[in-house]
């Protein structure tokens, strides 16, 4: 979900919940009634300007504090060039940015967020999903277009591989 067409997106996550289906939300605009969305919500990923704004916390390790209490599993935010972090009511992890020759910043947020469910949804833990999600998004800055420039899984295999083998 990201919170537009709120009452539809109510409607969605309830039923989706009745029915056991992971509830994700790309929190990126803050709306009318979006507590009551994101209470319904499993997985909260925030760009860092909508978790500081509703949150009111500067610090993005209390925004996520903040954005958790709200009973989902896992809360995210992206922080961009200083990649993103998360928190599941126990622990924070930190995951930095991916080093590329950033070229087009479109679709970073929205490719982010489709790889980390992707991850969730294969079996990753949250340190597993926070890094693949980084490296999807960190290829797709390499190149232009928001959907031209989304990188394939192998490619993004092949890329983790890397930056594992290079520090």
């Known amino acids: 979900l990201?919170?537009?067409q709120t009452a539809a997106a109510q409607w969605a996550a309830e039923l989706a919940r009745e029915h056991g289906v992971t509830v994700s939300i790309d929190a990126g605009t803050i709306v009318p009634e979006i507590d009551r969305l994101l209470e319904r919500c499993d997985l909260i990923i925030a760009s860092e300007k909508f978790a500081t704004r509703y949150t009111g916390a500067a610090d993005p390790a209390l925004a996520l504090k903040k954005l958790f209490a709200g009973g989902c599993r896992?809360?995210?935010v992206t922080l961009?060039?200083?990649?993103s972090m998360g928190y599941d009511g126990?622990?924070?992890?930190r995951q930095p940015a991916l080093p590329v020759n950033v070229v087009d910043t479109t679709g970073a947020g929205d490719?982010?967020?489709g790889a980390f469910c992707y991850c969730y949804l294969n079996g990753g833990n949250w340190p597993e999903c926070l890094?693949?999600?980084t490296a999807v998004s960190a290829l797709k800055c390499t190149k232009f277009g928001g959907r031209?420039?989304?990188?394939t899984l192998d490619e993004t295999?092949?890329?983790l591989r890397d930056t594992a083998q290079n520090g």
């Open 2 to 4: 990201d919170g537009h």
């Open 131 to 133: 890094r693949f999600a």
């Open 111 to 113: 490719v982010f967020h």
């Open 74 to 76: 896992f809360a995210a």
């Open 157 to 159: 295999e092949q890329f």
């Open 148 to 151: 031209t420039g989304i990188p």
């Open 80 to 83: 961009g060039p200083a990649g």
């Open 90 to 93: 126990r622990e924070f992890y």
